[in-house]
Structure formats: structure tokens, C-alpha cells
């Protein structure tokens, strides 16, 4: 379904560009309660915000509080707190909406805005669409600022500590990194209280430095650190934390395909995946098919983006699901992507079989992949252009079932995303070559 604003996660893009200004905003947030409310067909309703540490955020959260309450709704300021904690506060308290502010892993100079529905999960295409529908018709006023909820973030952070009760982690040294984002006042504090040693690093959030050089975009400091220090472990978080990748104790990184590899066939080998079904997307390798199918699973794509994840899962009765990027969805206990739940649920794996996460990473046997991001001038569409879908088909046709192309732009910046695997090294250099010559021949590219 067509949306103009919104994108794969939310509307996002440079704070005080045509989009993420406090007028805008403002306006948004009126129109999706204005939506919500309209569907309870209610006068009144609570809805959750939270922010990510960027200087951005509190300007544009008095901007959501002013829209909300010109459709009648009360705004309820959570603080900064990471995502998957406003979306289990929007579920325990039944709130009618949630609003996150934040640009994920992006820039600080950019900012955004994504909403969760009643059961913290994120709005759907159609939802969205609906609530741009009705953009023309508002014009935020003024108002009074949001009131304030404490709690949200302890509540977050018991619930992440009953993963693994007691201190489990006693005698362990990891090192934390936070991206100076909002993990830096959640995430440390669940390791040290689980028993472990924490080296942390963009720990020190200043508004400007949200995941510069640092973060799940940017773990090559985690890696070093983990190396330097002699960790067991190394975590690393994006800007507002529904994200994680790890790194072993070698300073190996393992991203979102080997986390969900891991979780997948240990459970499958315990009995306890439900279903048996993995939810990932287009993105991941084909490597995961492989190692879930011989565990006795099987893989369920979607499209890429963890909001489309989570209705699969929901549609197969799966409580496993996630991206190659460090989306990781257990369901059973959040409802929307939480990289804390996951580097928690991998260690409860390394806890359990006593083995080394390098040791735990070989279970996913990656097939040989290439990927590029091409930053381009004007995003066509794809089935216009003179040259790409040509390409692409005969790449289509000569990798056959050995391998697969995706081609698409992203959903939050001006990219298009290339990805290509197949059966050898060579063959995938060559055809990530054909498809960027076929690129640039297309496009202005950046």
C-alpha cells in the first residue's frame, strides 16, 4: 500500500527538513490519534511516548504532546527510555497508542517518529496509510506539555533481569556498547546486576554523539575492546536498542542470521520452537534455510522489516523471528524487536551448554554473499529503469537455485541496497559488480 511519509519504520529523515519539524510532527500526531480514537470511538486516551538521547527529542516531543492533545488524546512521557520499553508499557498498561522519537541507528542529525498500536506492536501498512489520509484535515494548536510517568524504565529492566534469575553471570567480563544511545541507562545496569564485569563504551550520551562510530552500525571498537580486555562477550546496541549484535570471545562479530541460527536450533534440538518456524526476511542468507531445516525447522521470509516480521509471526504462531541486521523479536516476551532480550536470550544458550559463542556461531554455514548500499539522487522505480531489471534477471537465471538477487531501496535514506549470494566466492564478486555498473548506468548515484 502507498504511503508518502511513512517508511519501513516509521517517518524519519534530517531534523528540521520538511518532515521532522515540530510542525509537522505535531500534525502527524494529531492525525494518528485522531485515528486511534476514531477506532474505540472515544473522546479521551492515553498514549505512551518515549525518546532516544538525541538533542532533537525533547523539542519534538513537546510537538507530539500538542498534536495528541488537540485530537483529545493525553500525552504521557516515558523519558528517555530504549524502544522495546515503550512498547512493553503500551501493552501492560493497555494505552491506546505508543510514539517512539528516534532516528535508530542513524545520524544525530536526523530524528524520526514511529507508533504502536495497543498490543505494542507496530501499526501496519494500512494503518499507517490511514493516518495520512487524515494529515490534510489537522492543524495541530497549542497545548500543555506532556504529563510524566516514572517506572517505565525499571519495569523494563526487571523484566529483562527474570531471563536469567539470580547472577548467572558472576566471574564473566563483557564489554557494553550502548551507542550514547537510550541502552546507556538500561542495558548496563541488567549485565551488572545479572553478576558481570561490564567494560562499557558509548556510554556517555550528549545529545550529539548518538551512534558515532559506535553502535551495532559500528562494532569494530567493541571488537578491539573485547580482545584488549579478554571479555567473554561483547554486545552492541543501536541508538534506541531494538537492535544487537555480538561479538565472541575471539572479537568475532555475529549479526542478526547467526544470533537467530543459534536461538533457533537450540531450541529446535530442546523441542521448544514453536511451530518449529523461524520468521526472518528477503535479506537473510540462504545459509539460515540450511542450518534451521537440519535441525528439523523450517524458515518462513517476509519482507524486509521487522513490523512484517512480527504479523508473519503472529499469522504462523511462531515466537521466533528477526532480521540479519540484529532485529530480534521473541514474542513470548516482547512484542516488537529488543536487542537487550536478545543478547540475553544467546547467553542463556551459553549458559546452558557451557560452550564458548564461537563455538555456538558454527551452527550457521553462511552461503557466500555480497551486499552494497549506493547512495543515489532520486529513488526511480526499479521496473523503469533501462538497465537493472535486465541484469537482474539474467543473474536470476544463471544462480538458479543456488542462489538469489535482491535489489531494493531502503526505507529510511537514500539508498538502493544490493545483495547477491551464490555458490562461490567468485561468482557473487562478479555479479555484485554487474549489478553496480547496471546501477550506475541508471541512476545518479552519490
Sequence with gaps: MSRLYFGTDGVRGPYGGPLLNETFVARLAQAAATWRLGQRRGSAGTVLIGRDTRASGEALEAAVARGLRAAGAEPVSLG????????????????????????????????????????GMKLT???EAAIEALLPAVAAAGGAAPSVRAGARDEYIAA??????????????????TANGATAGTSPEVFRRLGATVAAIGDRPDGQNINDGVGSEHPEALAAR???????LGVAHDGDGDRCVLC???????????????????????GTLTGGVLVTTKQSNLGVDAAVASAGGRVV??????RYVMERMVAEGATLGGESSGHIICSDVSPTGDGL????????????????????????????????????????????LPTLPGVIAALEAELGAAGRVLV???????????????????VVDAGLARLAAAVRADLDVV
Design 80 to 119: 528517555v527510555v530504549p524502544t522495546p520499553a515503550v512498547a512493553r508499557a503500551v501493552r501492560r498498561t493497555q494505552a491506546d497508542l505508543g510514539v517512539v522519537i528516534t532516528a535508530s541507528h542513524n545520524p544525530a542529525a536526523d530524528n524520526g517518529i514511529k507508533f504502536f498500536g495497543p498490543a
Design 125 to 127: 501498512d494500512a494503518e
Design 160 to 177: 529483562a533481569l527474570a531471563l536469567l534469575p539470580g547472577t548467572p553471570l558472576a566471574g564473566w567480563a563483557l564489554v557494553l556498547d
Design 226 to 232: 573485547v580482545r584488549a580486555v579478554g571479555a567473554r
Design 248 to 270: 565472541d570471545e575471539t572479537g568475532v562479530v555475529l549479526d542478526g542470521d547467526e544470533l537467530m541460527t543459534i536461538l533457533a536450533t537450540h531450541a529446535l534440538a530442546r
Design 301 to 306: 521470509r517476509t519482507d524486509i522489516g521487522d
Design 341 to 384: 532480550v536478545a543478547a540475553l536470550r544467546v547467553v542463556g544458550v551459553m549458559l546452558e551448554t557451557g560452550r564458548p559463542l564461537s563455538e555456538l556461531r558454527r551452527c550457521l554455514r553462511r552461503f557466500p554473499q555480497r551486499t552494497s548500499a549506493l547512495k543515489v539522487r532520486e529513488k526511480r522505480p526499479l521496473a523503469e
Design 408 to 426: 531494493r531501496y531502503s526505507g529510511t535514506e537514500a539508498k538502493l541496497r544490493l545483495l547477491i549470494e551464490g555458490p562461490a566466492e567468485t
